[in-house]
């Protein structure tokens, strides 16, 4: 939750009206979802930068309730897609289909048309519809019969897999990795949170007839957006943040031989970028107009898991990744 705080970067009236937001999201999203404290501040972040995001968990954690919980709280147009082997590109961007009365062909547009989408297990369409998938995601557009369509704004991708079932899935590729501002993984509730969840079915809080008031429109998330993009970042912020990049890539000459031999490829100059655009996000919603080394370290292993590839012997050994981007933070000296 924001702080009642503000500084000279960002006058009073826009950091309240970002506080006003924040808070509104917070208590529409709490409403529906139990918990997930890092998931909500996760999906926030994406919202203010319009920076996809990447949720890995076992069925059943809230990710599509929280995707619908953000939609609402904002008055967004919300689109669900099902990832399955069969999806055809043409299902997510659109397609030509012939007019018979005016013969003539009309563009229809897809789901992605839409503010916030969600990719449901991503990790099951073929390779040829995850590559559908980039442009939207990168360009903010979509390419139909040799036409461009852009994408509405704000646009928000919401991508999700399932890491414990492999048969019928497609590994995603580097390159699609990268798009992905973040990743984050979701815990399982605590016992306490796990019978409030029970507590709300039964009360018939989850039913669809209860749709809360939204809590934001959409010309004042653009406008907060626009607010996020004068958070002050500190040129030694910056070169923290490159740092910590250059680490990865350079492994064996910051961590210990053993980390650094199970590190086969490091973070690309996209993680640099996801750092700066995530810490302003993260420093407006704490109530402050400037980037501390604070808001990067928290960030890091939701920047850096998906973009540090570790080797096979990081498996036998059953290395995480967090625990090499730990060694990492620790190998930089914080400004």
Not at 79 to 108: E, H, M, N, Y
Not at 213 to 227: K, M, R, W
Request: proline share 6%.
């Amino acid at each position: 939750m924001l702080q009642n705080t503000a500084t000279a970067g960002i006058d009073a009236p826009d950091m309240a009206r970002a506080q006003q937001l924040v808070g509104g999201i917070v208590r529409s999203f709490e409403a529906k979802v139990v918990g997930q404290e890092r998931l909500r501040e996760t999906l926030v972040i994406g919202l203010l930068t319009s920076g996809h995001i990447l949720l890995e968990s076992v069925p059943g954690l809230a990710k599509t309730t929280a995707a619908h919980a953000l939609a609402e709280a904002v008055s967004a147009d919300f689109r669900r897609i099902q990832c399955t082997p069969d999806l055809l590109p043409s299902d997510i961007a659109g397609t030509q289909i012939f007019d018979a009365t005016k013969g003539t062909f009309v563009t229809q547009l897809g789901p992605v048309h839409a503010n916030i989408v969600l990719l449901d297990e991503i990790n099951r369409s073929s390779a040829k519809t995850q590559s559908a998938m980039l442009e939207a995601m990168q360009e903010r557009q979509t390419s139909i019969g040799g036409e461009s369509y852009p994408l509405p704004q704000p646009f928000l991708v919401l991508a999700t897999q399932n890491p414990i079932e492999q048969e019928g899935t497609y590994r995603l590729p580097e390159a699609q990795m990268d798009r992905f501002m973040l990743k984050d993984v979701l815990d399982y509730p605590s016992p306490a949170e796990e019978a409030e969840v029970i507590r709300r079915i039964d009360a018939g809080v989850f039913d669809s007839g209860q749709k809360p008031p939204a809590a934001a429109s959409l010309d004042s998330v653009l406008q907060v957006q626009e607010l996020v993009r004068r958070v002050y970042t500190d040129p030694a912020i910056v070169r923290y943040i490159v740092g910590l990049a250059y680490v990865t890539r350079n492994a064996a000459q910051y961590l210990e031989p053993q980390l650094a031999s199970l590190i086969e490829f490091g973070a690309s100059p996209r993680a640099s970028i996801a750092f700066s655009q995530a810490a302003r996000a993260l420093a407006l919603l704490s109530g402050r107009d400037h980037v501390i080394p604070e808001d990067v370290k928290r960030l890091a292993h939701r920047v850096l898991r998906h973009r540090i590839v570790l080797g096979f012997d990081a498996v036998v050994e059953g290395i995480a990744v967090e625990t090499v981007i730990d060694a990492v933070l620790a190998s930089v000296q914080t400004p």
